[in-house]
């Protein structure tokens, strides 16, 4: 049987899920091995330097740079205060005095006696890494972060915005095919994880975020909505930093489109229990996903059914999504994989497959225009 590597979206019931927690400097892990965490645990922090304020001293106390030493009231590395005099100027026999006072508070970073500028250092930003999930701390990292594992449901999806949050599982929609309107969003969605079928309106997402709402799951949106609801055009960067009040993962695409018909009963088998989410997304070099994760409880060293879980190549039965017109977002399963390449109208040849849509109907269609389902 012919195999491929194809790009995949995970939906699973079961797997064993690890997450490495690692903070942006070096800094100070607080939890040990075997420790059991839960969403909001802190698990290790750090302090980022402060923001650097330059101050030309020269410039304002009139002064040549090579004689600021002599006027400054501070050296380098000293503590200082906003508002408080750090350089003093006098002249006419001390008739006249010229201040400089500091712009932050924070301390000095350093004085140039060739351009007569000081930098002032603010204060250490504190940032704390929380473990994101229930689950066990399996792996310490000196310094810098843990792993956290736990035994969970895991769904990906195609593209997300906002961050890490969590909640408990809400379906509002009767099935994978309905558009999540702000008519189905009340105050009982309130920290919530909502989850929508085949498309969420803007008006939606506001009445979401004006409520509480921790995130939104759903198949479609579009784009335009995107671009009203965020106030500017998305860029090819990492998402997931928009302070927006909510988190939005897409499953399927942009548009209408329908949830998977698996992961939509799979959210709706798992209402009431608590999903942790994140809208992260990079689709350049080092591709990252949207996630939902539902973790389970109990010991993570137990032996569960579906533990050896190892990435699959696409073959005979595989689960499909297109990801190119004219099928674009059609779901379907692989039912033959030919060896030899085939010629496109482009008059490129490429290796195809053949994938059997749920109506029945069939179709060829190049490797590198699905991606795979895995499950």
Known sequence: MGHAYTPGLKVTDKILITKNRILPLKGEVIVSKGDKVKPDTVIARTH?????????????????????????????GDAIKEGEIIAVAKSFFGLFRSECKAKITGTIESISHVTGQVLLRGKPIPVEVKAYIYGEV?????????????????????????????????????????????????????????V???????????????????????GGFDDKDLRDFLGYDLGVAITGSEEIGITLIVTEGFGQINMAEKTFELLKSKEGKLACINGATQIRAGVIRPELIIPFTGDIHITQEHSDYREKGLGIGSPVRVIRHPHFGKLGVVTDLPAQLLELESGSRARILEVEFKDGSKAIVPRANVEMLES
Do not use: R, Y
Request: charged fraction near 20%; include cysteine.
């Open 48 to 76: 980022l330097p402060g923001t650097v304020e330059p101050i030309n001293v020269a410039n304002i106390l009139g002064l040549p740079p090579e004689d600021i030493g002599e006027a400054m009231l501070k050296n380098q």
């Open 138 to 194: 399996v792996e310490i990292f000196e310094n810098e972060g843990v792993a956290v594992s736990a035994w969970g449901s895991f769904v990906q999806g195609i593209f997300g915005i906002g961050g890490e949050t969590h909640g408990e599982i809400k379906v509002v929609v009767p099935d994978n095919t309905t558009i999540l309107t702000d008519k189905e969003i009340g105050l009982d969605c309130k920290g919530k994880v909502i």
């Open 196 to 218: 929508g079928g085949s498309m969420v309106t803007a008006a939606a997402i506001k009445k979401a975020a004006s409520v509480g709402a921790s995130g939104i799951v759903v």
